[in-house]
Protein backbone atom coordinates (compact mmCIF):
# COMPACT_ATOMS: atom_id res chain seq x y z
CA UNK A 1 0.00 0.00 0.00
CA UNK A 2 1.48 3.42 -1.23
CA UNK A 3 2.63 5.47 2.11
CA UNK A 4 1.18 8.93 1.04
CA UNK A 5 -2.62 6.75 1.04
CA UNK A 6 -1.93 6.41 4.76
CA UNK A 7 0.32 9.37 5.43
CA UNK A 8 0.24 9.95 9.14
CA UNK A 9 4.05 9.00 9.74
CA UNK A 10 5.67 10.33 12.37
CA UNK A 11 8.87 9.80 13.51
CA UNK A 12 12.06 11.13 14.79
CA UNK A 13 14.70 8.79 14.52
CA UNK A 14 15.11 5.97 11.52
CA UNK A 15 15.73 2.48 13.18
CA UNK A 16 18.81 2.41 11.52
CA UNK A 17 20.89 -1.10 11.72
CA UNK A 18 23.99 0.69 12.97
CA UNK A 19 24.44 0.92 16.75
CA UNK A 20 27.94 0.94 18.66
CA UNK A 21 30.07 -0.23 16.02
CA UNK A 22 27.90 -2.96 14.95
CA UNK A 23 25.84 -3.51 11.62
CA UNK A 24 22.33 -5.37 12.15
CA UNK A 25 20.48 -6.63 9.32
CA UNK A 26 17.16 -7.74 9.47
CA UNK A 27 17.00 -10.28 6.43
CA UNK A 28 14.20 -9.68 4.05
CA UNK A 29 11.68 -7.57 1.96
CA UNK A 30 9.35 -4.90 2.24
CA UNK A 31 5.79 -6.16 3.01
CA UNK A 32 4.02 -3.10 1.34
CA UNK A 33 2.99 -5.31 -1.60
CA UNK A 34 3.02 -9.46 -1.75
CA UNK A 35 5.55 -9.21 -5.42
CA UNK A 36 9.08 -9.82 -4.78
CA UNK A 37 11.38 -7.58 -5.98
CA UNK A 38 14.62 -7.79 -7.35
CA UNK A 39 17.11 -5.47 -4.99
CA UNK A 40 19.56 -5.61 -7.37
CA UNK A 41 17.19 -3.78 -10.03
CA UNK A 42 15.14 -1.90 -7.93
CA UNK A 43 17.53 -0.23 -5.83
CA UNK A 44 21.08 0.14 -8.06
CA UNK A 45 22.64 2.79 -6.80
CA UNK A 46 25.33 2.83 -9.17
CA UNK A 47 22.89 3.35 -12.06
CA UNK A 48 23.52 6.08 -14.22
CA UNK A 49 21.93 9.68 -14.53
CA UNK A 50 18.27 9.79 -16.83
CA UNK A 51 17.09 12.87 -17.29
CA UNK A 52 13.81 11.44 -18.15
CA UNK A 53 13.77 9.81 -14.97
CA UNK A 54 15.10 12.63 -12.75
CA UNK A 55 12.14 14.93 -14.50
CA UNK A 56 9.60 12.22 -13.13
CA UNK A 57 11.57 12.50 -9.71
CA UNK A 58 12.11 16.09 -9.16
CA UNK A 59 8.44 16.75 -10.07
CA UNK A 60 6.95 14.38 -7.88
CA UNK A 61 9.30 15.70 -5.21
CA UNK A 62 8.30 19.43 -5.78
CA UNK A 63 4.57 18.67 -5.78
CA UNK A 64 4.70 16.61 -2.48
CA UNK A 65 6.47 19.64 -0.46
CA UNK A 66 4.76 22.62 -2.73
CA UNK A 67 1.33 20.54 -1.45
CA UNK A 68 1.97 19.53 1.78
CA UNK A 69 4.65 21.17 3.42
CA UNK A 70 3.44 22.78 6.93
CA UNK A 71 4.84 26.48 5.56
CA UNK A 72 3.71 27.75 1.93
CA UNK A 73 6.89 27.41 -0.58
CA UNK A 74 6.95 27.19 -3.88
CA UNK A 75 8.32 24.95 -6.96
CA UNK A 76 10.91 27.64 -8.07
CA UNK A 77 12.23 27.95 -4.92
CA UNK A 78 12.75 24.44 -4.35
CA UNK A 79 14.22 23.74 -7.90
CA UNK A 80 16.84 26.79 -7.50
CA UNK A 81 17.57 25.11 -4.21
CA UNK A 82 18.00 21.78 -5.57
CA UNK A 83 20.10 23.37 -8.29
CA UNK A 84 22.47 25.54 -6.19
CA UNK A 85 23.42 22.39 -3.87
CA UNK A 86 24.66 20.65 -7.29
CA UNK A 87 27.96 22.20 -6.26
CA UNK A 88 28.70 19.97 -3.48
CA UNK A 89 29.51 17.20 -6.45
CA UNK A 90 31.38 19.80 -8.30
CA UNK A 91 32.47 23.35 -6.73
CA UNK A 92 33.18 24.35 -10.42
CA UNK A 93 29.51 24.38 -11.09
CA UNK A 94 27.74 27.77 -10.41
CA UNK A 95 24.02 28.43 -10.63
CA UNK A 96 22.86 32.53 -10.60
CA UNK A 97 19.63 33.94 -10.38
CA UNK A 98 18.50 36.56 -12.26
CA UNK A 99 15.12 36.65 -11.10
CA UNK A 100 13.59 35.36 -15.11
CA UNK A 101 16.12 33.42 -15.63
CA UNK A 102 19.74 31.36 -14.40
CA UNK A 103 23.30 31.44 -15.76
CA UNK A 104 25.22 27.95 -15.66
CA UNK A 105 28.64 28.83 -14.90
CA UNK A 106 31.69 26.70 -14.51
CA UNK A 107 35.09 27.13 -13.22
CA UNK A 108 33.63 30.99 -13.25
CA UNK A 109 33.05 31.17 -16.69
CA UNK A 110 29.10 32.13 -17.76
CA UNK A 111 28.46 28.61 -19.83
CA UNK A 112 24.28 28.70 -21.08
CA UNK A 113 21.53 30.60 -19.53
CA UNK A 114 18.09 29.18 -19.04
CA UNK A 115 14.64 31.11 -18.78
CA UNK A 116 12.29 30.56 -16.19
CA UNK A 117 9.17 28.68 -16.56
CA UNK A 118 6.19 30.78 -16.93
CA UNK A 119 4.52 28.83 -14.31
CA UNK A 120 4.57 27.66 -10.58
CA UNK A 121 3.90 23.98 -11.96
CA UNK A 122 6.28 21.71 -10.58
CA UNK A 123 7.08 19.74 -13.71
CA UNK A 124 7.60 22.57 -15.32
CA UNK A 125 10.39 23.53 -13.15
CA UNK A 126 11.56 20.00 -12.55
CA UNK A 127 12.10 19.63 -16.14
CA UNK A 128 14.88 22.59 -16.32
CA UNK A 129 16.19 21.18 -13.28
CA UNK A 130 16.58 18.17 -14.81
CA UNK A 131 17.82 19.69 -18.19
CA UNK A 132 20.31 21.94 -16.32
CA UNK A 133 21.99 18.59 -14.67
CA UNK A 134 22.02 16.97 -18.27
CA UNK A 135 24.07 20.16 -19.21
CA UNK A 136 26.40 20.06 -16.01
CA UNK A 137 27.35 16.50 -16.57
CA UNK A 138 29.02 17.71 -19.95
CA UNK A 139 31.01 19.78 -18.57
CA UNK A 140 32.21 18.44 -15.44
CA UNK A 141 34.03 14.68 -14.87
CA UNK A 142 32.81 14.65 -11.11
CA UNK A 143 29.70 14.83 -12.89
CA UNK A 144 30.09 12.65 -15.21
CA UNK A 145 31.00 9.84 -12.58
CA UNK A 146 28.89 10.74 -10.47
CA UNK A 147 26.29 7.81 -10.45
CA UNK A 148 21.84 8.79 -10.73
CA UNK A 149 21.45 9.00 -6.75
CA UNK A 150 24.54 10.74 -5.97
CA UNK A 151 22.92 13.52 -8.27
CA UNK A 152 19.48 12.88 -7.21
CA UNK A 153 20.68 12.82 -3.24
CA UNK A 154 23.15 15.97 -3.88
CA UNK A 155 19.70 17.97 -5.25
CA UNK A 156 17.30 16.72 -2.95
CA UNK A 157 19.24 17.95 0.11
CA UNK A 158 19.44 21.38 -1.35
CA UNK A 159 15.45 20.90 -1.30
CA UNK A 160 15.72 19.83 2.38
CA UNK A 161 17.66 22.59 3.08
CA UNK A 162 14.69 24.95 2.67
CA UNK A 163 12.21 23.13 4.52
CA UNK A 164 12.60 22.01 8.51
CA UNK A 165 15.48 19.62 9.91
CA UNK A 166 13.06 16.53 10.09
CA UNK A 167 11.82 16.61 6.31
CA UNK A 168 14.41 14.79 4.29
CA UNK A 169 15.35 12.50 1.19
CA UNK A 170 15.79 8.72 2.02
CA UNK A 171 17.49 6.97 -0.82
CA UNK A 172 16.35 4.04 -2.33
CA UNK A 173 18.23 1.35 0.14
CA UNK A 174 17.05 3.07 3.54
CA UNK A 175 13.85 3.70 2.30
CA UNK A 176 13.78 0.02 2.41
CA UNK A 177 14.78 -0.38 5.30
CA UNK A 178 12.44 1.92 7.25
CA UNK A 179 9.99 0.52 5.33
CA UNK A 180 10.64 -3.03 6.75
CA UNK A 181 10.45 -1.39 10.20
CA UNK A 182 7.31 0.09 9.75
CA UNK A 183 5.42 -2.82 7.87
CA UNK A 184 7.38 -6.03 8.35
CA UNK A 185 9.40 -8.11 5.23
CA UNK A 186 9.29 -11.58 4.16
CA UNK A 187 12.58 -13.33 6.02
CA UNK A 188 14.28 -15.38 8.08
CA UNK A 189 14.38 -13.26 11.59
CA UNK A 190 18.00 -12.83 12.12
CA UNK A 191 20.47 -10.41 13.00
CA UNK A 192 23.77 -10.61 12.07
CA UNK A 193 27.59 -9.16 12.13
CA UNK A 194 29.94 -10.01 9.27
CA UNK A 195 33.25 -11.93 10.26
CA UNK A 196 35.41 -12.84 8.11
CA UNK A 197 34.50 -16.46 8.10
CA UNK A 198 30.80 -15.39 6.76
CA UNK A 199 28.00 -13.97 9.01
CA UNK A 200 28.04 -14.07 13.00
CA UNK A 201 24.22 -14.45 14.37
CA UNK A 202 23.40 -11.86 16.76
CA UNK A 203 20.31 -12.60 17.84
CA UNK A 204 17.48 -15.00 16.48
CA UNK A 205 14.33 -12.86 16.63
CA UNK A 206 10.88 -14.77 18.63
CA UNK A 207 8.66 -16.43 16.63
CA UNK A 208 9.87 -16.18 13.39
CA UNK A 209 11.87 -19.13 10.61
CA UNK A 210 14.83 -19.17 11.82
CA UNK A 211 14.13 -19.64 15.53
CA UNK A 212 11.63 -22.61 14.25
CA UNK A 213 14.22 -23.69 11.83
CA UNK A 214 16.55 -23.71 15.30
CA UNK A 215 19.32 -21.30 14.64
CA UNK A 216 21.23 -19.65 17.53
CA UNK A 217 22.90 -17.07 18.75
CA UNK A 218 26.90 -16.84 18.22
CA UNK A 219 26.20 -19.32 15.07
CA UNK A 220 28.49 -18.32 12.17
CA UNK A 221 26.91 -18.56 8.57
CA UNK A 222 29.39 -19.77 5.98
CA UNK A 223 27.35 -20.74 2.94
CA UNK A 224 23.77 -19.59 1.55
CA UNK A 225 22.50 -21.77 -0.89
CA UNK A 226 26.03 -23.49 -1.27
CA UNK A 227 27.43 -20.27 -2.27
CA UNK A 228 30.94 -19.27 0.01
CA UNK A 229 30.12 -15.89 1.52
CA UNK A 230 33.00 -14.95 3.22
CA UNK A 231 34.41 -12.22 0.70
CA UNK A 232 30.78 -10.57 -0.14
CA UNK A 233 29.80 -7.91 1.42
CA UNK A 234 26.72 -7.15 3.74
CA UNK A 235 24.31 -6.33 0.77
CA UNK A 236 25.49 -9.21 -1.09
CA UNK A 237 24.80 -11.64 1.45
CA UNK A 238 21.26 -9.95 2.16
CA UNK A 239 20.35 -10.38 -0.79
CA UNK A 240 21.44 -14.14 -1.27
CA UNK A 241 18.53 -14.35 2.21
CA UNK A 242 16.04 -12.12 1.12
CA UNK A 243 13.22 -13.54 -1.21
CA UNK A 244 9.71 -13.94 -1.79
CA UNK A 245 6.95 -15.00 0.86
CA UNK A 246 7.00 -18.93 1.17
CA UNK A 247 10.66 -19.31 -0.93
CA UNK A 248 13.03 -21.61 0.51
CA UNK A 249 17.02 -20.99 1.77
CA UNK A 250 19.64 -22.64 3.02
CA UNK A 251 22.29 -22.18 4.72
CA UNK A 252 25.63 -23.82 6.36
CA UNK A 253 25.96 -22.80 9.95
CA UNK A 254 29.39 -23.31 11.93
CA UNK A 255 28.51 -23.78 15.65
CA UNK A 256 30.71 -23.71 18.75
CA UNK A 257 33.76 -22.26 17.51
CA UNK A 258 35.67 -24.48 20.04
CA UNK A 259 34.93 -27.60 18.48
CA UNK A 260 32.93 -26.52 15.91
CA UNK A 261 30.39 -28.65 13.62
CA UNK A 262 28.82 -27.90 10.61
CA UNK A 263 25.10 -28.00 10.03
CA UNK A 264 22.86 -27.77 7.32
CA UNK A 265 19.20 -25.51 7.57
CA UNK A 266 16.52 -25.17 4.97
CA UNK A 267 14.10 -22.67 5.61
CA UNK A 268 11.53 -21.22 4.35
CA UNK A 269 11.11 -17.35 4.61
CA UNK A 270 7.69 -15.84 6.52
CA UNK A 271 6.48 -12.69 7.21
CA UNK A 272 8.57 -10.90 10.02
CA UNK A 273 7.46 -8.13 11.78
CA UNK A 274 10.39 -5.65 13.73
CA UNK A 275 9.13 -6.72 17.34
CA UNK A 276 8.84 -3.36 19.40
CA UNK A 277 7.64 -4.21 22.83
CA UNK A 278 9.08 -6.88 25.42
CA UNK A 279 7.24 -7.40 28.57
CA UNK A 280 8.75 -9.33 31.69
CA UNK A 281 7.25 -8.77 35.50
CA UNK A 282 8.65 -8.43 38.59
CA UNK A 283 6.50 -8.06 42.25
CA UNK A 284 3.49 -8.76 40.50
CA UNK A 285 4.12 -4.85 38.44
CA UNK A 286 3.85 -5.65 34.64
CA UNK A 287 6.80 -3.91 32.55
CA UNK A 288 6.82 -3.18 29.48
CA UNK A 289 9.32 -1.71 27.18
CA UNK A 290 8.42 0.23 23.89
CA UNK A 291 11.11 0.61 21.63
CA UNK A 292 9.50 2.21 18.87
CA UNK A 293 6.00 2.60 16.79
CA UNK A 294 5.53 0.19 13.83
CA UNK A 295 2.57 -0.90 12.61
CA UNK A 296 2.32 -3.90 14.95
CA UNK A 297 2.67 -1.79 17.90
CA UNK A 298 -0.52 -1.77 19.36
CA UNK A 299 -1.99 -5.03 18.55
CA UNK A 300 1.70 -6.57 20.38
CA UNK A 301 0.97 -4.37 23.63
CA UNK A 302 -2.41 -5.84 23.86
CA UNK A 303 -1.06 -9.08 23.63
CA UNK A 304 1.02 -8.62 26.51
CA UNK A 305 -1.21 -6.71 28.75
CA UNK A 306 -4.04 -9.60 28.57
CA UNK A 307 -1.09 -12.48 28.34
CA UNK A 308 0.17 -10.60 32.28
CA UNK A 309 -3.52 -10.21 33.36
CA UNK A 310 -4.19 -13.96 32.72
CA UNK A 311 -0.92 -14.90 34.68
CA UNK A 312 -1.15 -12.40 37.86
CA UNK A 313 -5.09 -11.98 37.99
CA UNK A 314 -6.32 -10.13 41.20
CA UNK A 315 -2.66 -9.92 41.97
CA UNK A 316 -1.02 -7.40 39.01
CA UNK A 317 -0.35 -4.34 40.91
CA UNK A 318 0.40 -1.68 37.55
CA UNK A 319 1.85 -0.96 34.77
CA UNK A 320 5.04 0.50 33.79
CA UNK A 321 5.69 1.37 30.20
CA UNK A 322 9.40 2.70 29.33
CA UNK A 323 9.63 5.28 26.37
CA UNK A 324 13.09 6.05 27.37
CA UNK A 325 15.36 6.40 24.41
CA UNK A 326 12.02 5.82 22.33
CA UNK A 327 12.38 8.03 18.35
CA UNK A 328 9.00 7.35 17.30
CA UNK A 329 7.56 5.72 14.37
CA UNK A 330 3.86 5.99 13.15
CA UNK A 331 1.26 8.52 14.49
CA UNK A 332 -1.53 6.37 13.93
CA UNK A 333 0.40 3.56 16.51
CA UNK A 334 0.87 5.57 18.88
CA UNK A 335 -2.65 7.25 18.95
CA UNK A 336 -4.34 3.54 19.17
CA UNK A 337 -1.87 2.08 21.43
CA UNK A 338 -2.70 5.52 24.07
CA UNK A 339 -6.27 4.48 23.21
CA UNK A 340 -5.92 1.02 24.70
CA UNK A 341 -5.70 2.87 27.96
CA UNK A 342 -7.81 5.88 27.79
CA UNK A 343 -11.49 5.24 27.75
CA UNK A 344 -12.61 8.88 26.60
CA UNK A 345 -11.19 11.97 25.73
CA UNK A 346 -8.74 13.52 23.46
CA UNK A 347 -5.46 11.91 22.81
CA UNK A 348 -3.59 14.57 20.61
CA UNK A 349 -4.63 17.22 18.18
CA UNK A 350 -2.78 17.61 14.97
CA UNK A 351 -2.11 20.97 13.15
CA UNK A 352 -1.10 22.61 10.02
CA UNK A 353 -1.36 24.44 6.61
CA UNK A 354 -3.23 21.05 4.54
CA UNK A 355 -6.81 20.51 5.47
CA UNK A 356 -5.73 17.16 6.39
CA UNK A 357 -3.67 17.20 8.27
CA UNK A 358 -6.13 19.21 11.02
CA UNK A 359 -7.12 16.23 13.33
CA UNK A 360 -8.75 15.60 16.80
CA UNK A 361 -8.11 12.04 17.91
CA UNK A 362 -10.44 11.12 20.98
CA UNK A 363 -10.39 7.63 22.64
CA UNK A 364 -13.01 5.49 22.02
CA UNK A 365 -12.44 2.39 23.58
CA UNK A 366 -12.35 0.39 27.04
CA UNK A 367 -9.48 0.57 29.48
CA UNK A 368 -7.50 -2.63 28.90
CA UNK A 369 -5.74 -2.68 32.14
CA UNK A 370 -9.10 -1.78 33.93
CA UNK A 371 -7.94 1.00 35.57
CA UNK A 372 -5.21 -0.07 37.73
CA UNK A 373 -2.33 2.55 37.89
CA UNK A 374 -0.15 3.44 35.09
CA UNK A 375 3.10 5.01 35.19
CA UNK A 376 5.34 6.44 32.13
CA UNK A 377 9.03 6.19 32.20
CA UNK A 378 10.63 8.82 29.63
CA UNK A 379 14.21 10.67 29.45
CA UNK A 380 15.47 13.19 26.62
CA UNK A 381 15.41 10.57 23.89
CA UNK A 382 11.71 9.77 23.93
CA UNK A 383 10.10 11.98 21.28
CA UNK A 384 7.63 12.41 18.50
CA UNK A 385 5.18 9.08 18.78
CA UNK A 386 6.15 8.41 22.23
CA UNK A 387 5.56 11.83 23.04
CA UNK A 388 1.89 11.43 21.91
CA UNK A 389 1.31 8.50 24.07
CA UNK A 390 3.37 9.78 27.08
CA UNK A 391 1.07 13.22 26.26
CA UNK A 392 -2.18 11.20 26.24
CA UNK A 393 -2.11 9.44 28.98
CA UNK A 394 -0.50 12.44 31.67
CA UNK A 395 -3.37 14.67 30.19
CA UNK A 396 -6.51 12.40 30.71
CA UNK A 397 -5.14 11.46 34.56
CA UNK A 398 -4.40 7.73 33.63
CA UNK A 399 -0.57 8.09 33.84
CA UNK A 400 2.34 9.21 35.96
CA UNK A 401 5.24 10.43 34.00
CA UNK A 402 8.58 9.54 35.61
CA UNK A 403 11.92 10.92 34.37
CA UNK A 404 13.41 14.06 32.50
CA UNK A 405 11.80 16.63 30.06
CA UNK A 406 11.35 14.78 26.44
CA UNK A 407 13.15 15.30 23.50
CA UNK A 408 10.47 17.68 22.12
CA UNK A 409 9.76 16.70 18.51
CA UNK A 410 6.23 17.57 18.27
CA UNK A 411 5.89 17.81 14.35
CA UNK A 412 4.36 15.32 12.04
CA UNK A 413 5.95 14.09 8.49
CA UNK A 414 3.79 12.75 5.78
CA UNK A 415 5.54 10.72 3.35
CA UNK A 416 5.77 9.91 -0.35
CA UNK A 417 7.36 7.18 -2.55
CA UNK A 418 9.50 8.59 -5.15
CA UNK A 419 9.55 6.61 -8.49
CA UNK A 420 13.57 5.26 -7.72
CA UNK A 421 12.06 3.57 -4.80
CA UNK A 422 13.45 6.63 -2.29
CA UNK A 423 11.02 8.42 -0.19
CA UNK A 424 10.49 11.90 0.83
CA UNK A 425 8.68 13.22 3.79
CA UNK A 426 7.81 16.54 4.68
CA UNK A 427 6.49 18.41 7.94
CA UNK A 428 2.54 18.58 7.51
CA UNK A 429 1.52 19.75 10.74
CA UNK A 430 2.22 20.36 14.60
CA UNK A 431 0.66 17.82 17.52
CA UNK A 432 -0.52 19.47 20.74
CA UNK A 433 -1.39 17.73 23.56
CA UNK A 434 -4.69 17.11 24.88
CA UNK A 435 -4.46 20.24 27.17
CA UNK A 436 -3.95 22.40 25.16
CA UNK A 437 0.28 22.83 24.68
CA UNK A 438 2.53 22.48 21.72
CA UNK A 439 4.61 19.61 22.50
CA UNK A 440 7.01 20.83 19.75
CA UNK A 441 10.34 22.43 20.85
CA UNK A 442 9.54 21.88 24.37
CA UNK A 443 8.89 18.28 25.20
CA UNK A 444 6.74 16.69 27.70
CA UNK A 445 7.36 17.35 31.78
CA UNK A 446 7.31 14.30 33.78
CA UNK A 447 5.07 14.63 37.04
CA UNK A 448 7.83 13.46 38.63
CA UNK A 449 11.29 14.51 38.14
CA UNK A 450 14.63 12.49 38.67
CA UNK A 451 17.16 15.28 37.90
CA UNK A 452 16.44 18.41 40.01
CA UNK A 453 18.94 18.87 42.30
CA UNK A 454 20.14 16.33 44.39
CA UNK A 455 17.68 13.87 43.83
CA UNK A 456 19.71 10.94 43.16
CA UNK A 457 17.61 7.83 45.13
CA UNK A 458 14.49 7.15 45.20
CA UNK A 459 14.66 7.86 49.03
CA UNK A 460 15.10 11.40 47.63
CA UNK A 461 12.34 11.28 45.45
CA UNK A 462 9.92 10.05 48.17
CA UNK A 463 11.05 12.86 50.63
CA UNK A 464 10.32 16.02 48.14
CA UNK A 465 6.99 14.11 47.28
CA UNK A 466 6.13 13.71 50.58
CA UNK A 467 7.52 17.66 51.50
CA UNK A 468 5.32 18.72 48.63
CA UNK A 469 7.93 19.75 46.20
CA UNK A 470 6.70 17.23 43.80
CA UNK A 471 4.58 16.00 41.78
CA UNK A 472 5.34 19.36 39.27
CA UNK A 473 2.57 21.41 39.40
CA UNK A 474 -0.04 21.42 36.71
CA UNK A 475 0.06 24.68 35.70
CA UNK A 476 3.87 24.11 34.42
CA UNK A 477 3.49 20.58 32.83
CA UNK A 478 0.82 22.57 30.85
CA UNK A 479 2.18 25.96 30.09
CA UNK A 480 2.09 26.65 26.01
CA UNK A 481 4.21 29.28 25.41
CA UNK A 482 5.07 30.48 21.66
CA UNK A 483 7.33 28.55 19.62
CA UNK A 484 9.47 31.74 18.75
CA UNK A 485 9.48 32.45 22.73
CA UNK A 486 12.91 31.03 23.39
CA UNK A 487 13.43 32.21 26.53
CA UNK A 488 9.75 31.00 27.97
CA UNK A 489 10.62 27.68 26.64
CA UNK A 490 13.73 27.05 28.05
CA UNK A 491 12.09 28.28 31.42
CA UNK A 492 9.49 25.21 31.44
CA UNK A 493 12.44 23.28 30.43
CA UNK A 494 14.78 23.53 32.91
CA UNK A 495 11.82 22.45 35.60
CA UNK A 496 13.55 19.59 34.82
CA UNK A 497 16.43 19.34 32.86
CA UNK A 498 16.61 17.14 29.97
CA UNK A 499 19.12 13.66 30.61
CA UNK A 500 19.28 11.11 27.86
CA UNK A 501 20.05 8.22 30.80
CA UNK A 502 17.94 5.17 31.09
CA UNK A 503 19.22 4.18 34.83
CA UNK A 504 17.54 2.01 37.19
CA UNK A 505 16.25 4.89 39.25
CA UNK A 506 13.36 5.60 37.17
CA UNK A 507 12.60 2.40 37.42
CA UNK A 508 12.93 1.65 41.57
CA UNK A 509 10.42 4.78 41.81
CA UNK A 510 8.20 3.29 39.80
CA UNK A 511 8.18 -0.36 41.39
CA UNK A 512 7.87 1.88 44.70
CA UNK A 513 4.95 3.87 43.79
CA UNK A 514 2.44 0.84 42.18
CA UNK A 515 3.99 -0.78 45.68
CA UNK A 516 2.23 2.08 47.73
CA UNK A 517 -1.39 3.21 46.15
CA UNK A 518 -0.98 6.23 49.04
CA UNK A 519 1.96 7.62 47.48
CA UNK A 520 0.87 6.66 44.19
CA UNK A 521 -2.12 9.10 44.60
CA UNK A 522 -0.40 11.34 46.31
CA UNK A 523 2.48 11.48 43.41
CA UNK A 524 -0.72 12.16 40.75
CA UNK A 525 -2.09 14.86 42.87
CA UNK A 526 -4.99 13.44 44.05
CA UNK A 527 -4.13 14.21 47.61
CA UNK A 528 -2.02 16.34 49.70
CA UNK A 529 0.61 14.79 51.96
CA UNK A 530 -0.35 14.00 55.49
CA UNK A 531 1.08 12.41 58.33
CA UNK A 532 -1.02 8.87 57.50
CA UNK A 533 -0.08 9.52 53.87
CA UNK A 534 3.78 9.30 54.40
CA UNK A 535 4.15 6.36 57.02
CA UNK A 536 3.88 3.43 54.71
Same mark, same amino acid.
Given at each position: ?????????????????????????????????????????????????????????????????????????????????????????????????????????????????????????????????? #????? +? *? @?????? !???? $??? /??????????????????? #????? +? *? @?????? !???? $??? /??????????????????????????????????????? /????????????????????????????????????????????????????????????????????????????????????????????????????????????????????????????????????????????????????????????????????????????????????????????????????????????????????????????????????????????????????????????????????????????????????????????????????????????????????
Amino acid at each position: MPLSSSPHLHDFNRVLFRKFGVLLLLLGLSACSGTYHDPNKSYDLSASYDQQVASRLFSQGFEHVTEFYIEEIDASRLALAAMDNLATIDPEIEIIDHGDSLTLNYAGEPVSRHGYPSTLSSYAWARLTA #SVITE +A *R @TLSSDF !NHAS $GEQ /IYQAAFDGIAGELDRFSRY #SRPDI +A *R @TDRDNR !NGFF $GLG /IRYLKVPKGARVLSVMENTPAESAGLEKEDIITQVNNRD /ISQLTETVITGLMKGPENSRVGLTVQRNQKNPITLQFEITRKKITVQTVSSSIHDNIVYLHISSFNKYTTSNMRSKVRKAQKELGENLKGYIIDLRDNGGGLLGTAIKTADLFISSGTIITTRGRHPDSQNDSSADSQDIAKGLPIIVLINSNSASSSEILTAGLQDSGRAIVIGSNSFGKGTVQRLKDLPNGAEMRVTWARFHAPSGYAIHKRGIIPDICTTMGNAQTVEDIISLLKSGILPIADDVRSASPALDDEIALDNIKATCPQSNTTSELEKDIAEYLLASPALFDLAKGRTTPTTSQVTN
